[in-house]
């Protein structure tokens, strides 16, 4: 496959030793390296009460980048819609369509991006429902595009402020669920691979199969996103796999504090378990030299039949994770 475009998912890391300050200037440099290098979309996530992880409220971090940045397409992968009031989330994104017309995404989930106790303050009315989520999202539809049915509430109550374009809604998924939804309503698709390395590319054929057009969307759209790194040592690869093997063993044990040193892991004995999990979650990631990383790219694309891939690099080096991504503009000729 020729032509594939290259995006980048940003969570905002806070490494040991740094702060959330220094972690929200990396994130605008490497938006605006992106947009430099030839990089097709940079999204941002929202995380709650998590103390390594500094983009809690991506539409303001958005603004910010917008005002930073060229030519890229911005958006959420994504606003945690239950966190949240549709109109609101509508106006939010309204709002940064009108200051950069055609640059928006916006993307939207149904986890809490947190843990539960976190999401009931966030919105005390949030019943984990699907029910209610599938509501949320005709809501946004209706308030996204304008298109009030005769007597609805939609007539009386409008999202603002207006603007001549709207921003795509894409829907996230890691199990199959909204695929469903986003196939019925006619919105985009982004599979989460980073999350869960099983299925995906069933998931989005079968979204494509089940895809009724919209106002907003004629044809089926998705993406998927992965963990990545890039270096022209293999030592590095090696190491940053180490690390982040560890890291991700570290997250799901529900830890939030500093990763030990590199020179730690690599002293470190898993047990049975511990191991049989390292080898799952090493379908969630690819690395290599450049090289290696375009065959795993386009063998990735190719399997989920779709022309743009969406990259999340998190290092413990800076240098590390913004080279990963010069490496791959250059391999891919961005």
């Known amino acids: 496959m020729t032509n594939i475009k290259l995006s980048i998912l940003d969570q905002s890391h806070v490494r040991l030793g740094s702060t959330t300050r220094e972690a929200l200037l990396e994130t605008q440099a490497l938006a605006q390296l992106a947009d430099q290098l030839g990089y097709y979309r940079f999204w941002v996530s929202e995380h709650h ?3 390594s992880i500094a983009g809690s409220t991506p539409e303001v971090l958005l603004a910010n980048l917008g005002a930073h940045t060229q030519r890229i397409r911005l958006g959420a992968a994504g606003i945690m819609l239950p966190n949240h009031s549709a109109l609101k989330v509508a106006e939010n994104f309204r709002m940064l369509e009108a200051l950069q017309p055609g640059r928006i995404d916006l993307g939207v989930g149904r986890a809490p991006g947190g843990d539960r106790l976190t999401a009931r303050l966030l919105n005390p009315q949030n019943t984990f429902s699907e ?9 946004l539809q209706h308030f996204m595009a304008d298109d009030a049915p005769e007597g609805s509430i939609y007539e009386k109550v409008k999202a603002m402020p207006q603007a001549e374009t709207i921003p795509p809604i894409w829907l996230l998924t890691s199990s199959g669920g909204s695929a469903n939804i986003a196939a019925h309503f006619g919105t985009a698709l982004s599979f989460a691979h980073f999350i869960n390395p099983k299925g995906g590319p069933e998931t ?3 979204y494509r199969a089940d895809f009724k057009p919209s106002a907003q969307l004629k044809k089926p759209m998705a993406n998927f996103g992965i963990f990545a790194f890039c270096h022209e040592d293999e030592n590095e690869v090696f190491r940053w796999q180490a690390e982040f093997d560890y890291r991700l063993l570290h997250i799901e044990r529900g830890r939030d504090m500093p990763l030990p040193s590199y020179e730690e892991i690599a002293e470190m004995e898993y047990m049975p378990d511990e191991q049989l999990r390292i080898n799952f979650n090493r379908g969630r990631m690819i690395c290599g030299t450049p090289e290696q990383m375009r065959q795993q790219i386009e063998r990735l694309t190719a399997a989920y039949d ?13 240098e590390h994770r913004f080279n990963s991504f010069r490496l791959l503009a250059r391999e891919f000729g961005l």
């Open 306 to 318: 779709v022309d743009e891939i969406v990259l999340c690099t998190i290092a413990e080096n800076a």
């Open 49 to 51: 009460n998590i103390t």
């Open 131 to 139: 029910k209610d989520f599938i509501q949320q999202i005709v809501d």
């Open 204 to 206: 989005v054929a079968q």
